[in-house]
């Protein structure tokens, strides 16, 4: 019986190592933290062995092959030691892609891939396909491969993942842009983050399908570090494409084929320039898939994008408060700011990975920040980038504090929003958690007493 040691027992590695289980494979799941009690519950019920709050290196590197979190970075003493020994290490969704028939819809890019993601798999699901969602989104692969295997797979993949891939291919792969980011674990290399971006498209044969983002300098650099052999369509804002999608901001047209499409942008239940881009890229694998024009249409009426990507949470006073919590770094927050024309007060900060704010000097100069907020320990390099940029600039540690600061700085028609352009674990578990604390706090709010 081969052995499977799996590293990290969140969402990805239980699911693995219940397929694993499943497929006849001895397990064992090694978590250097605590393993939450359903899990081990779960593991538990399956049969399968674990540790947590340490790694036996000596059983690890006794198994014939290593699924690793992708939070466990290559440079890690243990997985240095597993390449060394020539133990295979790979990621759990290059694992499920071994038991599922599915033709895959994969999507990375530094932003826009989760609204692209989940737009996607509306679509064809609103079209009557037999299709899944997995990924950074939803359950795990492997562990809904255990229940039912689906026709179509709609999966965003991030770039930690895309390195823990050998045979993996997707039938259609999008790029939706590149842009810095984690080049802590690319050696603060550029180019190595753009090549494991376009990992993605490595296994891919002719046959499969791959959409770029044409405006986009880094995605044009990564084509020229690494080729691939899927059939380019491209999607752009400057113009119409013979295969791929255009938007003059006012229509989405789309060449898929023999297949042509017009959508007009205003039947989009989401908006912003930035959200023409996804729906650019979802349009285009959609029409790929099968999905007609009058469905296209309906599905895009119909979508309501994730929780912390441009939320509207409520309208207080005549001011919306909008919480974009999961613009975690600049490019994000580039577009959010972009999508409106409204005065608006902004709250952002938190863990600075790198960050260059100064691309956002344009946007804010345009007027339309008339306050920022900076919500985080550590605000000195947000202060200084804006410093003389905009009129007034508060910093806090306390997100109730910024909300109500919002609420004084806000003028009937104008917007609060939280795009902190930074991680969340200075003061927050996660982006999920700064989310719903902005959205406590916003509910919590009371009307202005009338004067």
């Known amino acids: 019986m081969k052995q499977i040691a799996i590293l990290g027992a969140g969402e990805s590695g239980l699911g693995a190592a219940l397929l694993a289980k499943r497929e006849g494979y001895g397990v064992w799941v090694s978590d250097s933290g605590q393993i939450s009690a359903l899990r081990k519950e779960a593991l538990n019920n399956a049969g399968i062995g674990f540790e947590e709050g340490k790694h036996d290196e000596e059983r690890i590197l006794a198994c014939d092959l290593i699924i690793k979190s992708p939070g466990i970075p290559d440079k890690a003493p243990l997985i240095k030691k597993a390449h060394e020994e020539g133990i295979p290490v790979i990621d759990e969704l290059e694992f499920a892609s071994r038991y599922s028939a599915g033709k895959v819809i994969a999507i990375t890019g530094t932003n826009g891939k989760t609204t692209t993601t989940l737009l996607t798999y509306h679509l064809l699901k609103e079209a009557g396909m037999d299709v899944g969602l997995a990924g950074n989104v939803g359950k795990s692969w492997a562990s809904q491969l255990i229940e039912k295997d689906h026709d179509w797979w709609v999966i965003e993949v991030s770039s930690f993942q895309i390195d823990g891939f050998e045979c993996f291919h997707p039938y259609i792969g999008?790029?939706?842009n590149i842009t810095p980011d984690h080049l802590d674990r690319y050696e603060y290399k550029m180019d190595n983050y753009i090549r494991s971006k376009m990992s993605l498209f490595k296994m891919m044969n002719p046959r499969g399908k791959a959409i770029f983002y044409k405006e986009d300098p880094m995605t044009q650099r990564g084509?020229?570090?690494?080729?691939?052999?899927?059939?380019?369509?491209?999607?752009?804002?400057?113009?119409?494409?013979?295969?791929?999608?255009?938007?003059?901001?006012?229509?989405?047209?789309?060449?898929?084929?023999?297949?042509?499409?017009?959508?007009?942008?205003?039947e989009l239940s989401i908006q912003g320039k930035h959200n023409v881009l996804n729906a650019l890229f979802a349009g285009t694998a959609a029409l790929m898939a099968g999905v007609n024009e009058s469905q296209l249409l309906s599905g895009f009426k119909s979508f309501k994008n994730a929780p912390h990507?441009?939320?509207?949470?409520?309208?207080?006073?005549?001011?919306?408060?909008?919480?974009?919590?999961?613009?975690?770094?600049?490019e994000s927050t580039f577009y959010a700011l972009g999508s409106y024309s409204r005065p608006m007060v902004w709250i952002a900060g938190g863990v600075d990975k790198g960050n260059d704010y100064s691309v956002l000097i344009p946007l804010v100069n345009q007027g339309k920040v008339k306050a920022l907020i900076c919500l985080g320990k550590d605000n000195e390099k947000l202060k200084k980038a804006f410093a003389g940029v905009i009129a007034e600039i508060r910093e806090t540690e306390d997100i109730r504090e910024a909300v109500r600061w919002g609420q004084e700085l806000g003028q009937p028609g104008e917007v609060v929003l939280?795009?902190?352009?930074?991680?969340?674990?200075?003061?927050?578990?996660?982006?999920?958690?700064?989310?719903?604390?902005?959205?406590?706090?916003?509910?919590?709010?009371?009307?202005?007493?009338?004067?």
């Open 223 to 266: 084509l020229t570090l690494k080729k691939h052999r899927a059939e380019s369509y491209w999607i752009s804002l400057e113009s119409a494409q013979i295969k791929g999608g255009y938007s003059d901001l006012t229509n989405l047209d789309f060449s898929v084929g023999d297949i042509q499409a017009k959508i007009p942008v205003s």
């Open 309 to 330: 990507r441009m939320e509207l949470i409520r309208e207080v006073d005549g001011v919306d408060f909008v919480n974009d919590s999961k613009g975690t770094n600049v």
């Open 174 to 176: 999008m790029l939706t």
């Open 418 to 451: 939280l795009s902190p352009a930074c991680a969340s674990f200075d003061l927050f578990k996660n982006y999920e958690d700064r989310g719903e604390q902005f959205r406590t706090a916003v509910l919590g709010l009371n009307q202005k007493q009338e004067a």
